[in-house]
């Protein structure tokens, strides 16, 4: 009879234990995942900020600034990642732009945001650029406004 408890108490004390590591595992991977979702906000801000300034030099600008690399399976985004050389998909950029608007800004922002990106990424703005990198630039302008229209 005693040894019957022992067991019991011994199986609770167990699942307790369990139940305690459990409850510890999703509270650091909540924390994981906030801390992801700042960064990303924090990335995208840098990205704006980069941007802001090369567009005050557009007629001088020999690189576009990128944002962060996000991974994508998607094959027809590693396509057109690899041949414009660019770091950027529409996946990856929705996921930097959403941890941004959740931390810091409202959804109204969002749809201004996304109009006014189509009309500075416009290739047309970087007709000035040195000729020996406008093509390239055009095209990874048209890129980045093709998805900009993209995201929602």
């Avoid at 019991?8 to 906030?34: I, N, P, S």
């Avoid at 959403?98 to 810091?104: D, E, G, Q, R, T």
């Avoid at 409202?106 to 406008?134: A, G, M, N």
């Amino acid at each position: 009879m005693e040894a019957k408890k022992r067991l019991e108490t011994q199986k609770k004390v167990r699942e307790e234990m369990e139940a305690k590591k459990k409850l510890e595992r999703q509270d650091a991977e909540e924390k994981a995942r906030k801390a992801e979702m700042i960064t990303d906000a924090d990335d995208f801000k840098l990205w704006m900020l980069k941007t802001e300034l090369a567009m005050c030099q557009r007629d001088h600008i020999r690189t576009i600034p990128q944002p962060k690399a996000i991974a994508c399976n998607d094959p027809v985004c590693k396509d057109t990642m690899g041949a414009l050389r660019v770091s950027f998909c529409r996946h990856g950029m929705q996921k930097l732009l959403n941890a941004y608007v959740k931390i810091h800004k409202s959804e109204d922002w969002k749809e201004r945001f996304l109009c006014e990106q189509k009309r500075v990424w416009h290739p047309d703005r970087f007709t000035r650029c040195p000729e020996d990198v406008r093509s390239h630039i055009q095209q990874v302008a048209e890129e980045l406004m093709k998805v900009m229209a993209e995201l929602k």
